[in-house]
């Protein structure tokens, strides 16, 4: 690796450029939304570190492997220049929310902890100023599918179900690649792994594997207790994050914390103050008599099957839609039919999901504003709101994080009418 072309340049490919400058590198650098050609370029370099948005049917991919050139994603460059250890946590839902507590455990008992990777900081930004520390890492499907040495001391796979079929080519690759997260990993190494799913169970890796969540496992939650071990870790009654889903990241970060020999009191105070990340499930408030939960995040059909089960039959007033990440909406519908009052669907898949859910109270809706004002009108005391899109963001917004503001402006703008 002498000659590098870094093409897409978000967060993670300027950091790449920065890393590979800081080492001496000679760099080239693009990208296809300010209409840059990459085809001279593949004449001048070894190595081509791709944007985890940049899938593999992208012409520069292929044609850089018909060439005999190196792909790889900025995470297995950022690893060929770390020197610490990392914890790589992975699964369709639930990342976000169990590097956290991770970081957050580790943080209070360790000198040296970073967080980052998939939704913060860039592994090239971490080893540019730490590049000794400890690094709890969420790591994506996008960037697994790339990995070549990246070797996690502890690894957790919280759970699969189909996303992301707009950018693998099938759900087994999407599997693969999730997998491939743990593959260099050694007999030394740890990987926690959902014992509920075969396929999470079966992944390959030469690491101590502990199954999570099935009583005959290494840890699991029975009579309202979690345990690691055969040791009591937490209450799940005293966590403020809402949900048996929730329940499950708790467990995967407290064991992360016990295999780093944080001390339990130290988990326990962290997890029974941590309140959630924005727009995960996120209580918003009581608006006149409605309980009000902000779930934008949610971008899959799993995500809405976790939210719904956290709430009563039949009082649920669901706002969904989006654009569709190919997910299967019909597999989720018995339960859509016992746990919702009435359906309120935005934006370009609400044709597509009123079809599978043709037997509930359904109202397509022009815009979120619109989903917002109708279901509060079909709602009583003590009904719930809840905004669980299972679709991506981008038909209507930038990303989750706008979605989920907007949500929260409009019901401010209610609540100033009131």
């Known amino acids: 690796m002498k000659r590098v072309l870094v093409w897409g340049l978000g967060v993670s490919g300027r950091s790449?450029?920065?890393l590979l400058k800081a080492k001496g590198y000679e760099v080239y650098a693009g990208d296809d939304a300010q209409k840059d050609s990459w085809e001279d370029y593949l004449e001048l370099v070894d190595t081509v570190v791709l944007s985890p948005g940049i899938p593999p049917k992208h012409p520069l991919w292929i044609k850089a492997e018909e060439k005999g050139i190196e792909v790889i994603g900025e995470l297995e460059l950022a690893w060929r220049f770390f020197k610490g250890k990392?914890?790589?946590i992975t699964g369709t839902d639930g990342k976000?929310?169990?590097?956290?507590?991770?970081?957050?455990?580790?943080?209070?008992?360790y000198a040296n902890v970073e967080e980052g990777a998939n939704a913060g900081t860039p592994l090239s930004q971490i080893v540019l100023k730490n590049p000794s520390c400890l690094a709890v890492l969420e790591v994506s499907s996008f960037q697994?599918?790339?990995?070549?040495?990246?070797?996690?001391?502890?690894g957790a796979f919280l759970n699969f179900s189909e996303d992301h079929l707009d950018w693998h080519e099938s759900l087994e690759d999407y599997l693969k690649s999730k997998q491939n997260i743990f593959a260099q990993q050694k007999e030394e190494d740890s990987l926690l792994l959902n014992?509920?799913?075969?396929?999470?169970?079966?992944?390959?890796s030469k690491a101590r594997k502990l199954f999570l969540l099935s009583e005959d496992g290494e840890g699991y939650i029975k009579n309202g207790n979690a345990y690691f071990l055969g040791e009591k870790l937490f209450h799940v009654e005293k966590l403020k994050i809402k949900g048996k889903h929730n329940?499950?990241?708790?467990?995967?970060?407290s064991i992360i914390a016990r295999l780093m020999e944080v001390p339990v009191e130290v988990i326990q105070e962290v997890l029974y103050t941590f309140k959630g990340l924005p727009y995960r499930l996120e209580y918003v408030?009581?608006?006149?008599?409605?309980?009000?939960?902000?779930?934008?995040?949610?971008?899959?059909?799993?995500?809405?099957?976790?939210?719904?089960?956290?709430?009563?039959?039949?009082?649920?007033?669901?706002?969904?839609?989006?654009?569709?990440?190919?997910?299967?909406?019909?597999s989720i519908r018995e339960l859509v039919k016992k746990k919702v009052k009435a359906c309120f669907l935005i934006g370009e898949s609400k044709e597509k999901i009123a079809k599978a859910w043709h037997d509930v109270e359904i109202c397509l809706c022009k815009d979120l504003q619109e989903a917002v004002f109708k279901a509060f009108e079909k709602g009583s005391e003590g009904d719930v709101l809840l905004f669980s899109p299972a679709?991506?963001?981008?038909?209507?917004?930038?990303?989750?994080?706008?979605?989920?503001?907007?949500?929260?402006?409009?019901?401010q703008s209610l609540s100033a009418m009131a």
């Open 285 to 330: 408030g009581n608006f006149k008599g409605i309980e009000v939960y902000n779930d934008s995040k949610a971008t899959t059909v799993n995500a809405l099957k976790s939210a719904l089960e956290s709430f009563e039959d039949g009082r649920v007033l669901l706002i969904a839609g989006g654009r569709d990440k190919g997910g299967d909406f019909e």
């Open 96 to 109: 976000s929310t169990t590097t956290r507590l991770t970081y957050l455990m580790l943080r209070e008992y």
């Open 86 to 88: 990392a914890i790589a």
């Open 16 to 18: 790449a450029v920065e």
């Open 144 to 154: 697994g599918k790339t990995l070549k040495t990246f070797r996690p001391h502890i």
């Open 247 to 253: 329940w499950a990241n708790a467990l995967f970060a």
């Open 195 to 204: 014992a509920l799913d075969d396929r999470i169970k079966n992944s390959p």
């Open 391 to 411: 679709c991506a963001s981008f038909d209507m917004f930038r990303d989750y994080k706008e979605r989920g503001k907007a949500f929260n402006r409009i019901l």
